[in-house]
């Protein structure tokens, strides 16, 4: 199994990209966003712990996210490829990723950065509308669903995300930048950093051209 880190700040489009290449079989997309929402509409011990973090547009404590990947982190031998969605989100994530990863003798092959300006980011999350059934994601200006409000993949009412609010959103910017942003450098750093430009829609080829280089 081949594990590639999604880098990128709230809106530059890892789950969009992640979801699309995971059609391909063997990738599959893990996405620990997506994990602690549905924790949380469950109501685990793991969801209650991070609602109010979620809601806020913090950083749920790290022992939380721990335990969540290291539950679904197994080598799975259908999974060629695993595509870390927000995990990790700062550098003592990062430490314990690389912990896990050794004990299981997985590598990390390398960490794909989506670089966004702010203004794009700010926009993209404007428009953004989930579905809260399958974690399908559209946007009203850029990827609207067949029929306006309804899930193209298993027909439910899409919803705005609670955090995905103006203020929350710039909350969730100042995090990034504060707490995720240095992982550009760590990743640099150990030679694993491949930057995309992602402002733009046709991101594919300029991503499957990366993943290939960190491939090889
Ligand atoms: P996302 O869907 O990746 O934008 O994540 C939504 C929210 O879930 C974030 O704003 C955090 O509150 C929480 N979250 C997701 N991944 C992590 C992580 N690796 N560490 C801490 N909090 C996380």
Known sequence: MNVVILLGA???????LAAELARVPGIRHL???????????AGTPAGLKAKAYMEAGNLVP???????????????PDTHVLLLDGFPRNVAQADILADLLARKGV????????????????????????????????NVATLPPKVEGVCDACGAALVTRKDDDPATVRHRLQVYAEQTFPLIDYYRQRGLLHAVDASGHDLEPKIEAALRKIHD
């Open 10 to 16: 709230p809106g530059s489009g890892k789950g969009t």
């Open 62 to 76: 790290d022992a939380v996210i721990a335990e969540l990947l290291a539950e679904n982190l197994d080598a799975d």
């Open 107 to 138: 590598r990390l092959r390398g960490a794909l950065l989506l670089e966004v300006p702010d203004d794009v980011l700010v926009a993209r999350i404007a428009g953004r509308r989930v579905c809260p059934a399958c974690s399908a994601t559209f």
């Open 31 to 41: 996405s620990t966003g997506d994990l602690l929402r549905a924790a949380v509409k």
